[in-house]
């Protein structure tokens, strides 16, 4: 059964820490690995879609990568606006939908 | 530009009432969906339209759900009767290009509405 999985659930970090988030998944026929931000009361913010083992893409402090059974989230130096609830998702050439993990709730104090 | 826009932001009725959630999506997009969200159970997908024609409702959890997409431009996600279990954030989201889950065209979503049923 296809599933991802997302750890830690909470991640505490000190302004400039840096750290990663991870996603595991056991897909058949994974089309795409998509991250989103999600901040308290609004809805996921796209941040990245991977495609293939080996890719990598970056936004500012954030670094999404993408092996055959994981994708991590890297975060350098980060600081307390990317403070947030960061999700993974993925697709399938079998689905036409968008499965969701649970998230990892980030918190950075200055 | 406009994002996914849905109303109300907050909905506190009591049980067996009727609840109707409403949402814009962004002008263009073909694809409309709607999810909902628990701290049990993440975010789940109910439904999604393509070009206002509903194409996989198999999220929907009972038949007490129904959503409608009239137009290009609003869709609604009722629940009748409501119970205390369906409190939970519902987000409407949409995208466009060929497929719903194309990896170059990511799903926007709305801020949701905070549903709470007494």
């Known amino acids: 059964e296809d599933q991802v999985t997302q750890s830690p659930e909470a991640l505490r970090l000190q302004e400039g820490e840096s750290s990663s988030l991870n996603c595991s998944y056991t897909?058949?026929?994974?089309?795409?690995l998509f991250w989103y931000r999600q901040d308290p009361g609004k809805g996921p913010e796209f941040l990245f879609t991977?495609?293939?083992a080996g890719e990598e893409k970056e936004k500012e402090r954030l670094k999404a990568t993408l092996t055959k059974k994981e994708s991590f989230l890297h975060i350098t130096a980060p600081k307390p606006e990317d403070s947030a609830t960061y999700l993974c998702?993925?697709?399938?050439?079998?689905?036409?939908?968008?499965?969701f993990g649970t998230g990892t709730r980030l918190q950075v104090f200055p | 530009d406009a994002g996914v826009i849905q109303s109300p932001r907050h909905e506190v009725t009591e049980m067996g009432q009727e609840v109707t959630l409403r949402c814009k999506p962004i002008?263009?997009?073909?694809?409309l969906f709607w999810y909902r969200q628990t701290m049990m159970r993440g975010l789940e997908l109910l439904i999604y339209?393509?070009?206002?024609?509903?194409?996989?409702d198999s999220g929907m959890p009972e038949d007490r759900f129904s959503a409608k997409m009239p137009n290009a431009s609003f869709s609604t996600l009722k629940i009748q009767p409501s119970e205390p279990r369906d409190s939970a954030v519902y987000f409407c989201?949409?995208?466009?290009?060929?497929?719903?889950?194309?990896?170059?065209?990511?799903?926007?979503f709305g801020d949701g509405t905070r549903l709470s049923i007494l």
């Open positions: 998702a993925y697709c399938t050439y079998n689905t036409d939908k968008l499965i």
């Open positions: 989201a949409s995208s466009f290009k060929d497929s719903p889950v194309h990896p170059n065209q990511p799903q926007h």
């Open positions: 897909v058949s026929g994974l089309r795409g």
């Open positions: 002008s263009g997009h073909d694809y």
């Open positions: 991977l495609y293939s």
């Open positions: 339209f393509n070009n206002n024609v509903p194409i996989d």
